[in-house]
């Protein structure tokens, strides 16, 4: 934590170098900037935040802050999981929200070019006013800044077709630690000369650096999707359908699972409970298949619809389903998808302990048949919610707090089962953060996923691009 | 270069370490094994080389090296056209070409799992058979190592539909310049755990280590394929051709272009000069286009036809093409394709100087547009011959040396003429090496396409990773 003198002659520095309204210590503001959405056992603390509005101006306030020695913690959109923008011990916040342009769009070489500020909503936006797709998609993109998705790899819920956030990132305009200011890659799908830059500083969470602009690829939207729910008996029957459909040759673009209980809180915070649900008969597992539709028009659209029938009706001959419904329109099939979508939303107010993990897909039967039992044996008074993205290996496990344990002791006996949740995932080669990061939050678990060398090379690399550690310093590994 | 009493106890050593007939002396095999296909202006030296059998002979031989004070260079099959696998100053050659097996498929995940020295043909072998694809496909892939395509990151002729050989890497088992061998990533579609160390060693030419094993991505194939071959007028037809098929919603999987010169060639090396070519009439430019039919069946091929063959009367019909044959089967689409691919070989007995570059797609009429005239002024006894993947901006320049022109006075005028091509390159935004690497061919035009801060990271990256210089010294750039 920086002394009080060192603290004001920063800010009349910093004032003077990008100006009074740019510089923010006012405390409510401050404590606004200065967290991401988790909120942990760590302060919020931040000293000073900074909303600079170009790129020198951050290369100033970085070059400002080596000088005196307090370090920088960059946020976005603020919407991480993590606390990876999250201010503990004194930090100055570079804010990126006015640096919130969309500078380019090249049609033809289907690029994007924008300041880190844009969100990503706004990057989908662009892309579509020039009839093209940029095809991360995923609840927060509203809020979530694509400096921050690029800082945290975003995911979301067509990662089985689209891939995560790395694979769209062809270029990058970052402010190193030391102030100096690189472009790395460009617009170029292809481009062997030498070490792959770019893709260190994404998924890097702003310890390497601060993502200030990014090219970014965009792709052909398909015409239509078509979007069916099925019912399905058990765990290794989501899997075996999984595979089927995918096998089949179809443009698969998401393959979501929930269960009983999942639904059961969507139609509960929908004030529908015990309400007939979607299909005939309520069913154990429901899995939500969407398939692209390439070509415009209504035969395609009916071709495809014609294509996923089928090959659900042989599904359903082999015993992987019980009863689907493919929707007809496209209000039919917002409705299926918010059946999945609105499972988060319709938890929150049971305090619900996440866990965000991934593991090979043939694991996944493995785990969750294993998994279940030992929440059932350890937390008896626990209920658990499970749903996410299959064709990842992708699972969100959700950890409900019964109204008779006190919130203290809940958090408690949650970090204490975490271990029991993350030696299985690492016993079945899995990963103990699919999506969301390490941040503060998984830092100290961090061991089950990555060996001791790959710490340890993680670690060199952060000492050679940050030899200061003053680059959102304790974020993915405990500071020094 | 090591002294002879360094070298002879090294060679004693490595017998040692992993056994006499793992040790190669003998010059004329020593020569065989110390160079790929590029041959240039550099002696090709190598002390020894190794073959070991396992990642433990590997890690003792970097470790004996290192004691030593011995640099080594990696060798695979070695096809690559930079120079990246010539030993040039007593090093010791580490040939990974006894580890050539691949360990294991999971089909429901559809990851697979090889040693190094594993043909690219034999992985795609390995995922055929268990009905899966290994999408990455060029010229040499039946005798280039796995690792050799990893550490080259290598594209081909499907980069447009799959990107380059980066986006199927999931994890490496590398050993470090250390001798330690360090596991990065694995099977896993979604692993936010920490900075990407897999991409690292990626593109990077086995200067920042030695790639042993690999854990690779494998996707669905396609059921058939639909292929076209166009005639069209010039150079911004191509690429008017090109977003008109994109845009349309079909499935492409490649789009390739070449010049008349390039079919001209091609019908002599096959002794038909001067016959009709595949279309009615000659144009000045040809392009092959391909389409993927997701589902089987005679039903899904025809419907992809007619949708083609639609797509390409409209662009008739807005000038893009003057004339068009749609492959009516297997054979015929062969016959298409080997007009594009043979390119290469007929140019054979012409001692061609090549470039491989890259442009944002919207830049390649005017590169062409200038290129040509270029050529045409400054090189009056020069063909040139243009082929390339038009949809990832990557071109294939090629000038043949007349017979009149001696190839030592021809090399010398080329080396000048490069530098001509790779301002033009640099001012337009491209990349001097859109496939093939750096090597030691490029290294001094690196610039062109890096600017001083991204060398000036990528050469820490390299003192970080191999502080003693000693893996693959001089590669990307020079040592020291």
Known sequence: VPDADTLARLRARLRDLIGDDAVVDEPSELAHLGHDRCRGEWPVAPALA??????????????????????????GGRTGLTGAATATAGEVVVSLARMHRVLAVDPVGMTLRCQAGATVQAVCEAATAHGLLYPIDFAAKGSAHIAGSIATNAGGIRVLRYGMTRRWVMGLQVVLPTGECIETGGPLKKDNTGYDLTGLFVGAEGTLGLVTEATLELCVPPAATVVALCAVPDDPAIVALFTAVRSSGLPLSAFECFDERGLHHVQAHRGRAGEPGPLEAPAPRYVVVEIEVARPGAEARDAARASLTQVLTQASEAGALEDAVVAGSA????????????????????????????????????????????????????????????????????????PSCEPTDFHRRMKAFDRETFELIAELGGSISAEHGIGLLKREHLHYSRSAAELQLMRQLKATLDPQGLMNPGKIFAAG
Chains 1, 2 share one sequence.
Do not use: Y
């Open 331 to 402: 209000r039919e099939a917002a409705a299926l998808w918010s059946l999945r979508e609105d499972i988060s939303e319709s938890l929150h107010s049971h305090g619900p302990h996440k866990a965000d993990v991934s593991l090979p897909i043939a694991q996944i039967v493995t785990f969750l048949a294993r998994w279940r039992p030992l929440v059932a044996q350890t937390l008896p008074d626990v209920e658990a919610v499970v749903f996410g993205h299959v064709g990842d290996g992708n699972l969100h496990l959700n950890l409900l707090r019964p």
């Open 50 to 75: 900074v909303l600079p509005r170009d790129t020198p101006s951050v290369q100033a306030v970085v070059r400002a802050c080596v000088e005196a020695g307090v370090a920088m913690v960059p946020s």
